[in-house]
């Protein structure tokens, strides 16, 4: 069955570090996403992809960059890990180019920890 | 601007007993999407269901409905003879024909804790 996974799982690190948080979906599908999610604010958008070696910034992108170098894979980077980015960590993937309505499917998340 | 509210925070009930989760959104599009996630305390996102805003009928499927009213910009979900496992945190969410780029806004989700 087609998926999408993300690794870790689960990570601590210390600030300052730079932290890579993989994606990767066997769908085939153009767009991907990254969303975090926190008490109090639900999920929201970190950075968007709608195919290869495009990236766009989503409402909490500082601090955050991706790049998309294949279909597949969407990786998270964290430049300079700081205590604020403490949160979990959602990838996401849909099927076509930047049209609404298409079903979002997440990943399982990843658990982040900056100390 | 988009929004999407959930003015319940955290609702608990007795096993069997039916559950609304209120879901209201703003948009300025015509044309916009509404979703439902489920995310039990395993963590997961499970997608539920997807309305377009042309189609204002009510959905079922097994204990679920969802009731999508564009007079009220409300997007209800219920649960009929709620059961334990039916636990989790629901999120209502909005995906905009222009201004979301196809991105989803979601609501910050309510908590369901059904109790035996």
């Known amino acids: 069955d087609a998926e999408i996974t993300q690794s870790p799982r689960h990570k601590i690190t210390e600030t300052g570090r730079q932290v890579t948080l993989a994606c990767h979906q066997t769908?085939?599908?153009?767009?991907m996403f990254w969303y975090r999610q926190d008490l109090g604010h639900g999920l929201r958008l970190i950075h968007y992809?709608?195919?290869?070696?495009?990236?766009n910034k989503g409402e909490v992108s500082d601090g955050y960059s991706v790049s998309r170098s294949n279909t597949e894979d969407l990786p998270l980077t964290l430049e300079s890990a700081a205590s604020s980015q403490t949160s979990v960590y959602f990838c996401?993937?849909?099927?076509?180019?930047?049209?609404?309505?298409?079903?979002?499917?997440f990943g399982e998340g990843s658990w982040l920890t900056v100390v | 601007a988009q929004k999407v509210t959930q003015a319940q925070t955290e609702i608990s009930v007795v096993e069997k007993e039916d559950v609304t989760l209120d879901c209201v959104y703003e948009t300025r599009d015509t044309t916009y999407y509404l979703f439902w996630y489920k995310q039990p305390p395993s963590g997961e996102l499970v997608f539920l269901i997807r309305?377009?805003?042309?189609?204002?009928q009510n959905e079922i499927s097994g204990r679920y409905s969802w009731n999508f009213q564009k007079s009220t910009s409300s997007f209800n979900f219920t649960i009929t003879a709620s059961q334990v496992v039916d636990s989790a945190v629901y999120f209502c969410?909005?995906?905009?024909?222009?201004?979301?780029?196809?991105?989803?806004?979601f609501g910050k989700g309510t908590k369901l804790s059904v109790k035996p």
């Open positions: 309305r377009n805003s042309f189609d204002e």
């Open positions: 996401a993937s849909s099927e076509l180019r930047g049209t609404s309505g298409n079903t979002i499917y």
């Open positions: 969410a909005l995906s905009e024909r222009f201004g979301s780029q196809g991105n989803l806004i």
């Open positions: 992809s709608y195919g290869v070696h495009d990236t």
């Open positions: 769908w085939n599908h153009n767009n």
